[in-house]
């Protein structure tokens, strides 16, 4: 299950996303948390010390080694070179797993230790002031929305991104890539001003979209969210002395989080998990080949010097059967 937080600045994604990774793993999940923010906060909300968040790998510096890997021998794409981040899968390609171990994982993945379990953490790597602004082949998602497009993932199995609510991932398509995806929003009129930005973008591409209170303090403050975004609220979370505790790095087990918050977590995952019923990797299929057609058209023809809509195998179609397919292609010398 693919899972994305998105949400302005400041109104948790980070903290949400950590508690509802944390949340899986305690239930036995299997995840792979992304942190695809620009502000790389996700390693710290999971625990690790500024030395270890430092030194997470960054994906965006592994571009050419994702690319090459998932390329696999498939005779559309002639080279890492020719691919650009909308680039689909075709007969040929290599598929990722979410439990697996692989090149890309390899390179790129960290381990983080919770209660429950160990996950992998993935981080774009920090965004410097040169790559914001500048056109969108530039942008340090790439390697996600490569691993997102690439991914054939099943139930009860979670990739958890942590991501910024931006230009980039409507031009690129990310956003249609999630089974779920939270909108974390404080009860003030700039918090739920992203929700209608991205609402308007979901509704076109029939993305499951559903709001996140967050800092939610009063019966006045549900009420205005309520009013603003409707039935898309789904639950709402009030400060967290757990979450406190964990920022004056003093972490307590995760069993000790405040009961609703608790449950407000588990209501999270039950609509995660009941959106696998709305998978349809046809459209799924579909829609990365739009944007890729869009983004080949747009900067991506004219950047490779190539016609990139040749890369598109029209007979595939992504989907959790592909799995074999993928476990029996080789691995890279
Ligand atoms: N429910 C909560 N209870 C207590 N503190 C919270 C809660 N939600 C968020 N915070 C605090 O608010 C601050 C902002 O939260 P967070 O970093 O998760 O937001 P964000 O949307 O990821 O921000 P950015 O856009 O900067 O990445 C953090 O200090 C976080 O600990
Ligand atoms: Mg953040």
Same mark, same amino acid.
């Given at each position: #299950?693919?899972?994305a937080?998105?949400?302005?600045?400041?109104?948790?994604?980070?903290?949400? /996303? /950590?508690?509802? *990774?944390r949340?899986?793993?305690?239930r036995?999940a299997?995840?792979?948390?992304v942190?695809?923010?620009?502000n !790389?906060?996700l390693?710290?909300?999971?625990?690790?010390?500024?030395?270890?968040?430092?030194?997470l790998? +960054? #994906?965006?510096?592994?571009?050419?080694? *994702?690319k090459?890997?998932?390329?696999?021998?498939?005779?559309?794409?002639?080279?890492?070179?020719?691919?650009i981040k909308?680039?689909?899968?075709?007969?040929?390609?290599?598929?990722l797993?979410? !439990?697996?171990?692989n090149?890309?994982?390899?390179?790129?993945?960290?381990?983080?230790?919770?209660?429950?379990g160990?996950?992998?953490? =993935?981080?774009?790597?920090?965004?410097?002031?040169?790559?914001l602004?500048?056109a969108?082949?530039?942008?340090?998602?790439g390697?996600?929305?490569?691993?997102?497009?690439? =991914?054939?993932?099943?139930?009860?199995?979670? =990739?958890?991104?942590?991501?910024?609510?931006?230009?980039?991932?409507f031009? /690129?398509? #990310?956003?249609?890539?999630?089974?779920m995806?939270?909108?974390?929003?404080?009860?003030t009129?700039?918090?739920?001003?992203?929700?209608r930005?991205y609402?308007?973008?979901?509704?076109?591409?029939?993305v499951?979209? %559903?709001?996140?209170?967050?800092?939610?303090?009063?019966?006045?403050?549900?009420?205005?969210?309520r009013?603003?975004?409707?039935?898309?609220?789904?639950v709402?979370?009030?400060?967290?002395?757990?979450?406190r505790?964990?920022?004056?790095?003093r972490?307590?087990?995760?069993?000790? =989080?405040?009961e609703d918050?608790? %449950?407000?977590?588990?209501?999270l995952?039950?609509?995660?998990?009941?959106?696998?019923?709305?998978?349809?990797?046809?459209?799924y299929?579909?829609? #990365?080949?739009?944007?890729?057609?869009?983004?080949?058209?747009?900067?991506?023809?004219?950047?490779?010097?190539?016609?990139?809509?040749? !890369?598109?195998?029209?007979?595939?179609?992504l989907?959790?059967?592909?799995?074999? +397919?993928a476990?029996?292609?080789?691995?890279?010398a």
């Amino acid at each position: #299950m693919k899972i994305a937080f998105v949400g302005k600045g400041g109104s948790g994604k980070t903290t949400l /996303s /950590s508690l509802f *990774i944390r949340h899986l793993t305690a239930r036995g999940a299997p995840v792979v948390a992304v942190d695809a923010d620009i502000n !790389q906060h996700l390693g710290a909300a999971l625990g690790l010390d500024d030395a270890e968040a430092a030194a997470l790998p +960054a #994906m965006g510096a592994h571009l050419p080694l *994702i690319k090459e890997y998932v390329r696999g021998s498939n005779p559309r794409i002639t080279s890492a070179e020719k691919m650009i981040k909308t680039t689909p899968p075709g007969e040929g390609s290599r598929l990722l797993r979410l !439990q697996e171990d692989n090149p890309v994982y390899d390179a790129c993945a960290h381990p983080v230790a919770l209660d429950g379990g160990d996950i992998r953490l =993935l981080a774009t790597g920090p965004f410097t002031e040169s790559d914001l602004g500048v056109a969108c082949y530039h942008s340090k998602t790439g390697a996600v929305e490569l691993l997102l497009n690439h =991914l054939v993932d099943g139930r009860e199995e979670y =990739l958890v991104v942590d991501m910024t609510a931006g230009s980039d991932s409507f031009a /690129s398509g #990310m956003f249609t890539r999630f089974d779920m995806t939270f909108l974390v929003a404080e009860p003030t009129r700039k918090g739920v001003s992203v929700y209608r930005q991205y609402k308007d973008y979901a509704r076109d591409f029939g993305v499951p979209l %559903r709001v996140v209170g967050n800092k939610v303090q009063s019966a006045d403050d549900v009420d205005f969210l309520r009013q603003e975004v409707g039935d898309d609220l789904l639950v709402t979370f009030g400060h967290s002395d757990w979450v406190r505790a964990m920022e004056k790095g003093r972490p307590l087990p995760f069993a000790e =989080l405040e009961e609703d918050n608790s %449950r407000s977590l588990a209501a999270l995952y039950e609509t995660a998990d009941a959106s696998y019923e709305l998978r349809d990797w046809e459209r799924y299929t579909r829609q #990365m080949v739009h944007f890729h057609l869009r983004n080949a058209e747009s900067w991506g023809n004219a950047k490779t010097g190539a016609d990139l809509a040749a !890369q598109v195998d029209p007979s595939f179609t992504l989907s959790e059967d592909r799995q074999e +397919a993928a476990a029996a292609a080789p691995q890279p010398a």
